[in-house]
């Protein structure tokens, strides 16, 4: 009996230990871009790995495509993909649950066009040539940019171009302007490039773009508490932001290979919320990321890159703000 009790005791304090010491046997598989996010703060001070108390694996991406499709096949857990390429994955069957917004886009996603073309308006697109990443939020924003001034799509030459190969071709002169993101951006402005119109603009006429963090279904049913740390996180980045831009400017360079100011005026051309702005606001109390979504299906479906568009149910039952009002 009494060796049965010492048995007990001591299967009981092993089971404690291993409880307060977090789940060291997981490794956390996270799907990031090289991009001035709350994502990235946390990266630099390896936060994840601490908050989760767990080993983390940073997988990285050209873009929010590629996260999509390394979430749809198990390859990683968390994913930071945009509003458009999130649209066309969740309809094709990614199994995954918004869980906070990283950043909604401004000036960081602009329309950069050749400054010697004398292109100073929508009309002046007529018969140029302009690259961007086709299902992603630029290439949203460069065709509500022409519906918005009754341009026909088919007036400009839209070409599809991967990330890495825009900025070349610019300076090649093989296009005359294209809708992308930092750094490519800077490289083009760099080159003789002029903004034409941005993600900012885009979202003040009502088609806002933004940056999304995702994790898969199977994986937050399973870790709930992981989940909610990794949102902490997002949420500590935003913090320090707000409380000391240098230093988390500071802590972002690291990563992103620029300098502190350099970081600085790209999360200034973004807007970042904290959890609890997060949970208070239109995006997620009032629909507005389903809405978002949902249109983005609409705008991939008449590009021919859906077949179907989804009930508007889909997207509203992946937006899961438990974790952000959790923060409340």
Known sequence: MKRNIVLSLTILITGLLFASCGKKDIIVYIGTQNLASPQ???????????????????????????????????????????????????????????????????????LVVRDDLNINEAEDLKGKTIATLFSSTAHYSLLKYLDLYGIKHEDVNIVHMLVPDIAPAFERGDIDGAFIWEPELSALLKNGGKKLI????????GYATLDLEWVRTEFAKENPELVKRYVKCID????????????????????????????????????????????????????????????????????????????????????????????K
């Open 40 to 110: 990235t703060v946390a990266r630099a001070e390896n936060w994840f790995s601490e908050e989760m108390d767990c080993d983390v694996e940073i997988v990285q991406y050209e873009d929010g495509l590629e996260i999509s499709k390394a979430m749809q096949s198990g390859q990683v857990d968390f994913g930071m993909i945009g509003s458009v390429p999130a649209a066309k994955f969740l309809s094709q069957g990614m199994d995954s649950k918004l869980i906070c917004i990283q950043s909604v886009l401004g000036d960081i996603e602009s």
């Open 198 to 205: 941005s993600a900012k603009d885009m979202a003040d006429a």
């Open 236 to 327: 500590m980045a935003v913090e320090l932001y707000n409380n000391d831009p240098h230093k988390a400017c500071e802590y972002m360079s690291k990563v992103l290979k620029i300098t502190p100011e350099g970081s600085l005026e790209r999360v200034q051309s973004t807007q970042w919320l904290t959890a609890r702005e997060q949970s208070e606001s239109v995006w997620f109390r009032n629909g507005g990321l389903a809405d978002i979504l949902y249109d983005s299906a609409k705008f991939l479906n008449e590009q021919g890159d859906l077949d179907t568009v989804p009930d508007k149910k889909l997207f509203e039952d992946a937006v899961d703000s438990s974790y952000v009002d959790s923060f």
